[in-house]
């Protein structure tokens, strides 16, 4: 035990090379320098910068705690650098990701994503960050809830002390902006009523009963709802706590073996698997896809970063992959159909409005008898 330690992901698409597919090595490289400077002068303890998918991760801990300006600064300040070269190099969606021009002191509501975590080292302190592309905060609702409370998933629930009295849930609201605390397993119906509908309800952070340790966090920013527009894809980043009275890192990394349907892939209007992947994998391409996902492994040591172990590197995962590839082909075949297409209420960011603004003219009330009529003409012809 000693001082608090914070962990921090502050994630962003702020330019990419051959359209979505991933970040230029000179902008990653230009958000390494701001960062490693940062460092030098002691305004973070250690940092590590990767990417999947288009977005550009900062994984940083300090000593400041959450939302602290200093620190969302200083991610600004490394996207702003990383846009420079992206502008300079004429790549893709160029600061897509930034949805202002001056920092306000915190980077929440403006445009990145960001899960941070706030502990006292434990003697060990395992801890595994997930950084996904081309899907939405409310894709980890399902891992989330089989790590934490479904026994088949966690055996640590049934025969670990410390775990068996269950978690409790924090879930957010993202349309009303509000959240609630739920206890599991007593309210596990309850959870799983809200956290069923991932586009609105989001599991943001979860603790464990016994004494109120946070386990885990989860980025819950939706971009579209943000900016009032289609800017992009969320692409959801989250830290999970693990091993001494949590779940351990298998448990953890096992609702991943199913590549369950989320929101997202192209143009962010498609539903699509969610496929683990090593890092050299975490680039899309087919269909802007499909959503992906990669699982770093750290410990944490008075702040410092050891790691990362690349987690979903694993045969283990080969099988979930080629599993991701069979869904990923069956849900192509509907092309702009449903359920691969988001249904209406997700659409209202896209092209949806405007064309049936286009149209409005040119819809009419039609009575039932006159259809009757005009069908009975029709056929008689």
Do not use: C
């Not at 400077?37 to 990417?51: N, P, R, S």
């Not at 399902?142 to 409370?149: G, T, W």
């Not at 075949?333 to 691969?340: K, W």
């Amino acid at each position: 035990m000693g001082d608090k330690i914070t962990l921090s992901i502050i994630k962003a698409d702020v330019g990419s090379i051959a359209g979505h597919h991933m970040p230029h090595p000179d902008q990653l490289a230009a958000a390494t320098k701001i960062l490693a400077e940062a460092k030098q002068k002691d305004i973070i303890i250690d940092f590590y910068v990767t990417h999947v998918g288009d977005d550009i991760q900062l994984i940083m801990t300090h000593r400041k705690g959450v939302d602290h300006p200093d620190i969302h600064g200083l991610a600004w300040e490394a996207f702003k650098s990383a846009t420079k070269v992206a502008k300079e190099l004429k790549l893709y969606a160029a600061g897509q990701d930034l949805l202002s021009e001056a920092f306000s002191g915190n980077v929440r509501g403006m445009g990145p994503g960001v899960a941070e975590l706030e502990m006292e080292e434990r003697e060990a302190e395992p801890v595994i960050t997930f950084h996904a592309d081309k899907t939405e905060p409310g894709a980890f609702n399902m891992p989330i809830y089989r790590i934490f409370a479904d026994p088949f998933n966690t055996a640590g629930l049934v025969i670990d002390p410390k775990m068996h009295d269950g978690f409790i849930f924090e879930v957010y609201d993202v349309f009303e902006g509000r959240s609630v605390l739920m206890k599991t397993p007593e309210e596990s119906y309850d959870v799983l009523a809200l956290i069923g509908t991932p586009g609105r309800y989001i599991v943001r952070r979860v603790y464990r009963k016994s004494d109120n340790l946070l386990a885990a966090v989860v980025s819950v920013e939706r971009l579209n709802l943000t900016a009032g527009r289609y800017v992009g894809k969320d692409d959801p980043v989250a830290i999970v706590r693990a091993q001494h009275g949590l779940p351990a890192v298998g448990e953890v990394l096992e609702p991943f073996s199913f590549p369950h349907l989320v929101a997202g892939w192209m143009r962010g209007s498609h539903h699509g698997p969610l496929m683990p992947v090593p890092m050299r994998y975490a680039k899309v391409t087919r269909f802007d896809g499909p959503p992906r996902i990669i699982a770093l492994g750290w410990n944490i040591s008075k702040g410092r970063l050891i790691g990362p172990v690349d987690l979903f590197d694993d045969v283990a995962f080969d099988e979930t992959r080629r599993l991701a590839e069979m869904i990923a082909e069956y849900m192509r075949r509907h092309g702009p159909f449903m359920p691969h297409r988001l249904g209406p209420e997700e659409m209202e960011y896209t092209t949806l409005p405007s064309v049936l603004e286009k149209l409005k003219d040119r819809f009419v009330k039609t009575e039932e008898v006159k259809v009757v009529k005009k069908h009975s003409d029709l056929l008689s012809h």
